[in-house]
Protein backbone atom coordinates (compact mmCIF):
# COMPACT_ATOMS: atom_id res chain seq x y z
CA UNK A 1 0.00 0.00 0.00
CA UNK A 2 0.84 3.35 -0.86
CA UNK A 3 0.43 6.50 0.68
CA UNK A 4 0.26 10.02 -1.34
CA UNK A 5 -0.44 13.08 0.81
CA UNK A 6 -0.64 16.55 -0.96
CA UNK A 7 0.13 19.98 1.00
CA UNK A 8 0.58 23.71 0.27
CA UNK A 9 -2.50 24.68 -1.61
CA UNK A 10 -4.44 28.16 -1.05
CA UNK A 11 -5.80 30.80 -2.20
CA UNK A 12 -3.38 33.73 -4.01
CA UNK A 13 -4.36 36.48 -6.68
CA UNK A 14 -3.38 36.62 -10.00
CA UNK A 15 0.26 36.76 -11.03
CA UNK A 16 0.97 34.89 -7.44
CA UNK A 17 2.64 31.82 -5.99
CA UNK A 18 2.27 28.66 -4.45
CA UNK A 19 4.47 25.82 -3.54
CA UNK A 20 2.46 22.28 -3.47
CA UNK A 21 4.09 19.22 -2.17
CA UNK A 22 3.46 15.98 -2.41
CA UNK A 23 4.70 13.22 0.15
CA UNK A 24 4.87 9.28 -1.13
CA UNK A 25 5.53 6.30 0.93
CA UNK A 26 4.87 2.26 1.15
CA UNK A 27 6.82 -0.03 3.09
CA UNK A 28 7.67 -2.08 0.04
CA UNK A 29 8.52 0.62 -2.40
CA UNK A 30 11.62 3.08 -2.52
CA UNK A 31 10.84 5.52 -5.52
CA UNK A 32 7.90 6.52 -7.56
CA UNK A 33 6.96 8.11 -10.36
CA UNK A 34 5.03 10.86 -9.55
CA UNK A 35 2.57 13.55 -11.67
CA UNK A 36 0.07 16.28 -10.86
CA UNK A 37 -3.06 16.58 -11.79
CA UNK A 38 -5.58 18.69 -11.94
CA UNK A 39 -9.06 18.90 -11.99
CA UNK A 40 -11.42 22.10 -12.18
CA UNK A 41 -15.59 21.94 -11.41
CA UNK A 42 -17.19 20.86 -14.06
CA UNK A 43 -13.90 20.02 -16.10
CA UNK A 44 -12.21 16.42 -16.51
CA UNK A 45 -8.85 15.86 -14.76
CA UNK A 46 -5.45 17.09 -16.57
CA UNK A 47 -2.29 16.39 -16.56
CA UNK A 48 -0.33 19.10 -15.49
CA UNK A 49 3.61 17.63 -15.01
CA UNK A 50 5.22 14.59 -13.96
CA UNK A 51 9.16 13.37 -12.74
CA UNK A 52 10.11 9.86 -13.21
CA UNK A 53 12.52 7.58 -11.38
CA UNK A 54 14.87 8.40 -14.31
CA UNK A 55 15.00 12.58 -13.38
CA UNK A 56 12.59 12.99 -16.86
CA UNK A 57 10.39 16.17 -16.31
CA UNK A 58 7.33 16.68 -18.88
CA UNK A 59 5.03 19.60 -18.37
CA UNK A 60 1.23 20.43 -20.09
CA UNK A 61 1.35 23.60 -22.46
CA UNK A 62 -0.88 25.52 -20.25
CA UNK A 63 1.64 25.32 -17.62
CA UNK A 64 5.39 25.40 -19.04
CA UNK A 65 7.28 28.24 -18.18
CA UNK A 66 5.12 29.13 -14.60
CA UNK A 67 5.50 25.75 -13.02
CA UNK A 68 8.54 23.72 -12.11
CA UNK A 69 9.09 20.59 -9.97
CA UNK A 70 11.43 19.63 -7.57
CA UNK A 71 12.08 16.82 -5.30
CA UNK A 72 13.25 15.41 -2.15
CA UNK A 73 14.78 12.00 -3.30
CA UNK A 74 15.47 10.62 -0.12
CA UNK A 75 12.09 11.59 1.51
CA UNK A 76 10.06 10.52 -1.90
CA UNK A 77 8.66 14.20 -1.87
CA UNK A 78 7.52 16.09 -5.22
CA UNK A 79 7.03 19.94 -4.86
CA UNK A 80 5.52 21.76 -7.36
CA UNK A 81 5.98 25.62 -7.50
CA UNK A 82 3.57 27.34 -9.20
CA UNK A 83 4.11 31.30 -10.16
CA UNK A 84 2.18 33.73 -12.75
CA UNK A 85 -0.81 31.88 -11.86
CA UNK A 86 -3.94 32.76 -13.45
CA UNK A 87 -7.60 32.43 -12.73
CA UNK A 88 -8.14 29.30 -14.95
CA UNK A 89 -4.89 27.63 -12.71
CA UNK A 90 -8.44 27.25 -10.38
CA UNK A 91 -8.73 23.61 -9.54
CA UNK A 92 -8.27 20.99 -7.13
CA UNK A 93 -4.75 19.30 -7.50
CA UNK A 94 -4.17 15.83 -7.30
CA UNK A 95 -0.40 13.76 -6.99
CA UNK A 96 -0.41 10.75 -8.59
CA UNK A 97 2.45 8.15 -7.59
CA UNK A 98 3.88 4.77 -9.05
CA UNK A 99 5.76 2.89 -6.94
CA UNK A 100 8.62 0.71 -8.20
CA UNK A 101 10.07 -1.71 -5.26
CA UNK A 102 13.33 -1.22 -3.60
CA UNK A 103 16.77 -1.68 -5.17
CA UNK A 104 15.20 -2.20 -8.38
CA UNK A 105 13.33 -0.72 -11.47
CA UNK A 106 10.75 -3.24 -11.41
CA UNK A 107 7.53 -1.28 -10.83
CA UNK A 108 5.40 -2.19 -7.75
CA UNK A 109 2.14 -2.26 -9.72
CA UNK A 110 -0.41 0.48 -10.24
CA UNK A 111 -1.00 3.83 -9.12
CA UNK A 112 -2.04 5.72 -6.08
CA UNK A 113 -3.67 8.84 -6.05
CA UNK A 114 -3.42 11.64 -3.16
CA UNK A 115 -6.97 13.25 -1.23
CA UNK A 116 -6.10 16.95 -3.37
CA UNK A 117 -5.14 20.04 -2.56
CA UNK A 118 -7.41 23.20 -3.51
CA UNK A 119 -5.69 25.94 -5.60
CA UNK A 120 -7.62 29.00 -5.99
CA UNK A 121 -6.54 32.16 -8.07
CA UNK A 122 -8.53 35.28 -7.87
CA UNK A 123 -8.56 38.02 -10.96
Known amino acids: QVQVVESGGGTVQAGGSLKLSCAASGATYCWYDMRWYRQAPGREREFVSG???????EYADSVKGRFTMSQNIEKNILYLEMSSLKPEDTAMYYC?????????????????WGQGTQVTVSS
Open 96 to 112: NAAPYYCGTTIKGGGDY
Open 51 to 57: LDIGGVS
